[in-house]
Structure formats: C-alpha cells, structure tokens
Nanobody, 127 residues
C-alpha cells in the first residue's frame, strides 16, 4: 500500500510558474501509474496529467497541454507537476493519485481508476 503526500502549492501571479510534488512511501513505487487531479470550489474533481510506471508515457488534459509537465523519479519515489503559464482558471486543490496495474503502458485519466490519493495542496493563481 502506498501513501502520498503533496507539497509545493502556493500563491502565484497569472503567467507565473509553480512546481508541485508528491512523495510516495511504501514499497514498489515503480509499479504504480501516477496521476494529478484538481478540484476547484464548487466543481468536480478533474484530470490534469498522468504518467505510466516507467515515466515513458504521459497524458494531459487539453486545458493544460503545452503548459504543464508531469515527471517521476522512481529512485526517489516522487512524481512532480511543473506548471508554467498559470491562469486564474488553474486555481484549485491539486491531488496526487496512484494506481497499481501490471500493464506497463497504463496511463489512466479517470479518477475511479486510482485507488490511492494524497491530501491535496492548494494552488492559487491571482489575475
């Protein structure tokens, strides 16, 4: 079983950059596909980005494509989300999620496919 702790959220001006990270504890981090989701006030949780077990495949929501980059370091049990060109619409609580799956190419984008979640970190973009 993996435990996830996010960090790196904060307040940034529109157009700025921020990097949020997720530290995973527990064995076999490299067997988990990882994802980032976000939830703004009064809105449903939405997919942001995901990465497969090895880090060789990624997937992004259309709203962040070209601005956000997901990466992972299996030696350090971390996954990060580099966010550039931030907009006020990116303001939300960002959640790290993990799912264990034998398919090496697996890059899930639906929240129901993830079994483990962090507590979230707030990202606020001022316009």
């Amino acid at each position: 079983q993996v435990q996830l702790v996010e960090s790196g959220g904060g307040l940034v001006q529109a157009g700025g950059s921020l990097r949020v990270s997720c530290a995973a504890s527990g064995p076999s981090f490299s067997t988990y596909a990882m994802g980032w989701f976000r939830q703004a006030p009064a809105k449903e949780r939405e997919f942001v980005a995901a990465i497969n077990r090895s880090g060789g495949s990624t997937r992004y929501a259309d709203s962040v494509k070209g601005r956000f980059t997901i990466s992972r370091d299996n030696a350090r049990n971390t996954v990060s989300l580099q966010m550039n060109g931030l907009k006020a619409a990116d303001t939300a609580v960002y959640y790290c999620a993990a799912t264990r799956d034998p398919r090496s190419w697996y890059v899930p984008s639906r929240s129901v496919e993830y079994g483990y979640w962090g507590q979230g970190t707030q990202v606020t973009v001022s316009s």
